[in-house]
């Protein structure tokens, strides 16, 4: 039966009554729409015999309540305005066209401090994220500490192999080519005071304490970080990872332990041979460039380094091994839902991982630099 107005002290008032759900929703909307024609004035809405009301019947009270008030009527509800129609003013108050058309965009120093919340807010969570991450892997090598024969040795191997020996091409180019162009400017500059025989001192001091590991460093986390990333994400999207827990294995001593310790070995492996191509590729345009002969470049490669000089370089490449294998393991281990996620958290893992190696060598350069080594 349709909805139908009554007086009520020169009022027009509309009982409402029965169940008000999506069920019943195709029946009441054009009782709902009849109702609301002609309707002038102020208007009292009774509420107080609804036996049931959901999400949808209150759309269509809502929509009733903006039709009388649009006629420029006022609205009054007996028996208290329900709160289902509270929730929907504020989805239209967010999603509405003109919802906040009064209020300007934040732009200038507010939007730059909001952008800088934003980003110390997203760095904490990361740092947390990265702390936990880092208490699950101290524990992991706790419980192999304890039972060496839970260390998956044939695992490390493989991931030394393929993080070290396949990497020893790009590496070798790499570090040769830094060595020529640090060698090529060094030779530039010198020669305008006749200096040019100090261009050994150049580029065996810079290769062996800072390029050759830092350079190494980079290049592994562009291509191990990422791949560490990939292939553990790859799994989590394939519930292989999942599947392990079920098992009753630990995913960090199964995937995450063997990138760690076979990064840790490889890792320094790839800046002795950096070193070497690097002292090569300064050896070859000191005899191109300045006419240096190679014994005399080994004579004063040997006199040019301290006791300490290699061992500078070496002491770092655990270390960023470490922050790499860490960095790309967790991102794959954050992996959730779609390959979007996986592209994503893969790039983090280069970003950061390239961005923590930088800090980290400026940290060993202060201490360093503290006790004058």
């Known amino acids: 039966m349709p909805l139908e107005w009554t007086d009520a002290g020169g009022r027009r008032r509309l009982r409402l009554d029965g169940r008000w759900t999506v069920n019943e929703a195709p029946a009441l909307a054009p009782r709902v729409a009849e109702a609301a024609q002609g309707a002038a004035g102020a208007s009292v809405l009774d509420v107080t015999a609804i036996e049931k009301l959901d999400l949808t019947g209150a759309w269509l009270l809502r929509s009733l309540e903006r039709r009388l008030e649009g006629g420029g009527g006022r609205v009054e509800w007996q028996g208290g305005r329900p709160e289902q129609l509270d929730l929907i003013d504020r989805i239209d108050s967010e999603i509405a066209p003109g919802a906040g058309a009064g209020a300007s965009p934040p732009a200038g120093w507010t939007r730059a401090l909001e952008d800088l919340g934003r980003a110390t807010v997203k760095a904490r969570e990361s740092a947390l994220d990265l702390l936990g991450f880092v208490g ?15 260390l998956r040795l044939p695992s490390v191997v493989r991931h030394v192999f393929e993080t070290g020996l396949t990497a020893v091409p790009i590496v070798s180019l790499i570090a040769f080519l830094i060595a020529v162009i640090v060698a090529y400017i060094g030779a530039q500059q ?3 005071f006749g200096g040019e025989i100090f261009v050994v001192d150049l580029v065996t001091v810079s290769v062996l304490r800072e390029l050759g590991v830092l350079l190494t460093a980079i290049i592994v986390a562009g291509r191990s970080g990422s791949a560490f990333a990939a292939e553990i994400g790859a799994m989590k999207l394939n519930d292989e990872v999942d599947a392990l ?3 009753g294995m630990d995913p960090v001593e199964v995937l995450v332990l063997p990138r760690i310790f076979g990064l840790v070995i490889a890792l320094p492996i790839l800046t002795i041979v950096a070193d070497a191509m690097g002292l090569v590729g300064g050896a070859v345009l000191s005899w191109y460039l300045v ?3 190679f ?12 006791e300490y000089t290699f061992w500078v370089g070496m002491i770092k490449a655990p270390v960023f091994a470490v922050l790499i294998a860490l960095v790309g393991t967790l991102r794959g281990m954050q992996v959730r839902t779609s390959s979007r996620e996986l592209g994503r958290l893969t790039t983090d893992a280069v970003v950061q991982s390239i961005f923590l190696v930088i800090l980290a060598d400026a940290v060993f350069a202060v201490i360093f630099m503290e006790l004058d080594i």
């Open 190 to 192: 010198l020669r305008k």
């Open 295 to 306: 014994g005399q470049y080994v004579e004063r490669v040997q006199g040019s380094i301290s």
């Open 291 to 293: 006419d240096i002969p």
């Open 136 to 150: 699950l892997v101290t524990a992991g090598i706790g419980r192999i500490a304890g039972s060496l024969k839970r």
């Open 245 to 247: 827990r079920a098992m």
